[in-house]
């Protein structure tokens, strides 16, 4: 259950970096992304509000359009993460919460008009002995390393702006300044409210901190802060290395008609970077590192397919949008392996392609390979576990 009494029972919206970006850009985006599902946004708005201490925007829709239940609006049109991910420079969280009667939590990660990852969670999906920190949005913001009445709040006390759906109109960087918390000074911004063509939009924000700042000490700062996120940068390349050389030491697999499936240990579905190397549709060379390279004859003009447990159903896609337990309940078929009941449905990994769900209680398990081909029935049970 959500036991923070302090959190609204229903919000939703956009978090993502506080980078160089055109608000009017975004709101243009999201404007068009409702029209074109015949929203009426004539009193809509988006409004943008940074966190008071920490470099990160939330970004909410208000006016008619979103109804009498926030979470619900932003759970059916995740589809406004993508779009808003097209704009930013950053990857970008859409996030829905929603309390009592009917609790429900998730987001979906996107990058560059692509989604990274998603999550979605109602009471039944989450273990008995689960407490609010194990919700997904939840644990979401633990990476963010915000609090979750600080998001509930809007970032109450953080510098906001707002701007108009139907007309987004303003001046981009004035708007970036007064989020940083620095109202540009007279004639600070571009005559035509443009950020200029020498603004790097991957560029950080300025700082934060009130009062003007020397250039030289700005100029430091940039660079001190392009330092330390080539060191971040660095750090996540090397712990990457780190987990494929792990999965790569000891891979399970299974042979059959069609080639090979591993099982790699430790492996999740985000993990798309690890998870691309197992999955080809015809063998011609070389085999993915960590598989038995006297394997290399056999498999010549085979399939190389993975298998991977799956936590949240709305890691996957289904036609509508992220995988529902209703939708999977209603599509999915019932088939026997290994002599056991399971249900299996046809879904899309985000970034991986089409493959099978194959779930058994609780516990579900992804195969990059459809449900009309063969499945690695003992792979796929092994997987499950004891649910």
Same mark, same amino acid.
């Given at each position: 259950?959500?036991?923070?009494?302090?959190?609204?029972?229903?919000?939703?919206?956009?978090?993502?970096?506080?980078?160089?970006?055109?608000?009017?850009?975004?709101?243009?985006?999201?404007?068009?992304?409702?029209?074109?599902?015949?929203?009426?946004?004539?009193?809509?708005?988006?409004?943008?509000?940074?966190?008071?201490?920490?470099?990160?925007?939330?970004?909410?829709?208000?006016?008619?359009?979103?109804?009498?239940?926030?979470?619900?609006?932003?759970?059916?049109?995740?589809?406004?993460?993508?779009?808003?991910?097209?704009?930013?420079?950053?990857?970008?969280?859409?996030?829905?919460?929603?309390?009592?009667?009917?609790?429900?939590?998730?987001?979906?990660?996107?990058?560059?008009?692509?989604?990274?990852?998603?999550?979605?969670?109602?009471?039944?999906?989450?273990?008995?002995?689960?407490?609010?920190?194990?919700?997904?949005?939840?644990?979401?913001?633990?990476?963010?390393?915000?609090?979750?009445?600080?998001?509930?709040?809007?970032?109450?006390?953080?510098?906001?702006?707002?701007?108009?759906?139907?007309? #987004?109109? =303003?001046? !981009? %960087?004035? $708007?970036?300044?007064? &989020?940083? @918390?620095?109202?540009?000074?007279?004639?600070?911004?571009?005559?035509?409210?443009?950020?200029?063509?020498?603004?790097?939009?991957?560029?950080?924000?300025?700082?934060?901190?009130?009062?003007?700042?020397?250039?030289?000490?700005?100029?430091?700062?940039?660079?001190?802060?392009?330092?330390?996120?080539?060191?971040?940068?660095?750090?996540?390349?090397?712990?990457?290395?780190?987990?494929?050389?792990?999965?790569?030491?000891?891979?399970?697999?299974?042979?059959?008609?069609?080639?090979?499936?591993?099982?790699?240990?430790?492996?999740?579905?985000?993990?798309?970077?690890?998870?691309?190397?197992?999955?080809?549709?015809?063998?011609?060379?070389?085999? #993915?590192? =960590?598989? !038995? %390279?006297? $394997?290399?004859?056999? &498999?010549? @003009?085979?399939?190389?397919?993975?298998?991977?447990?799956?936590?949240?159903?709305?890691?996957?896609?289904?036609?509508?949008?992220?995988?529902?337990?209703?939708?999977?309940?209603?599509?999915?078929?019932?088939?026997?392996?290994?002599?056991?009941?399971?249900?299996?449905?046809?879904?899309?990994?985000?970034?991986?392609?089409?493959?099978?769900?194959?779930?058994?209680?609780?516990?579900?398990?992804?195969?990059?390979?459809?449900?009309?081909?063969?499945?690695?029935?003992?792979?796929?049970?092994?997987?499950?576990?004891?649910?």
């Amino acid at each position: 259950m959500l036991d923070d009494t302090r959190m609204p029972n229903s919000h939703g919206g956009l978090v993502f970096p506080l980078d160089m970006f055109r608000p009017t850009m975004l709101a243009a985006a999201l404007a068009e992304g409702l029209i074109a599902h015949a929203r009426n946004i004539l009193d809509a708005k988006l409004e943008l509000v940074r966190h008071p201490e920490v470099q990160l925007v939330l970004a909410r829709i208000t006016g008619s359009v979103i109804g009498d239940d926030p979470a619900a609006f932003w759970r059916e049109n995740v589809e406004l993460g993508v779009i808003a991910s097209q704009v930013l420079p950053r990857q970008a969280f859409l996030y829905w919460v929603a309390g009592e009667p009917n609790p429900r939590q998730g987001f979906v990660v996107t990058q560059r008009g692509q989604v990274l990852g998603a999550q979605d969670a109602t009471p039944d999906q989450l273990p008995p002995e689960a407490t609010a920190a194990d919700w997904p949005v939840a644990q979401l913001l633990k990476q963010l390393q915000i609090e979750p009445d600080e998001l509930a709040s809007g970032f109450a006390g953080g510098p906001r702006v707002e701007l108009s759906l139907i007309e #987004p109109e =303003g001046d !981009d %960087r004035a $708007l970036l300044m007064t &989020l940083v @918390g620095q109202p540009p000074e007279d004639g600070e911004a571009g005559d035509d409210g443009e950020l200029g063509d020498d603004a790097d939009p991957g560029a950080p924000a300025p700082s934060a901190q009130p009062g003007a700042t020397p250039p030289a000490a700005k100029r430091v700062s940039v660079e001190d802060d392009k330092k330390r996120r080539a060191a971040e940068h660095q750090a996540e390349l090397d712990a990457r290395q780190a987990k494929a050389d792990s999965i790569r030491a000891d891979l399970p697999y299974v042979i059959d008609e069609l080639g090979i499936v591993v099982a790699p240990k430790g492996a999740e579905l985000a993990d798309t970077d690890i998870l691309r190397a197992y999955l080809i549709p015809s063998v011609e060379g070389e085999l #993915p590192a =960590g598989i !038995d %390279r006297e $394997l290399r004859p056999q &498999l010549q @003009g085979k399939r190389v397919d993975f298998a991977v447990g799956v936590e949240f159903l709305s890691e996957m896609f289904a036609i509508d949008g992220p995988l529902t337990k209703a939708v999977f309940e209603q599509q999915s078929q019932p088939r026997t392996i290994g002599g056991a009941e399971v249900r299996v449905l046809e879904v899309l990994g985000p970034r991986l392609g089409r493959g099978s769900f194959v779930r058994r209680g609780a516990a579900g398990v992804f195969v990059s390979r459809s449900p009309e081909l063969a499945l690695p029935d003992a792979l796929i049970l092994e997987l499950l576990g004891d649910a």
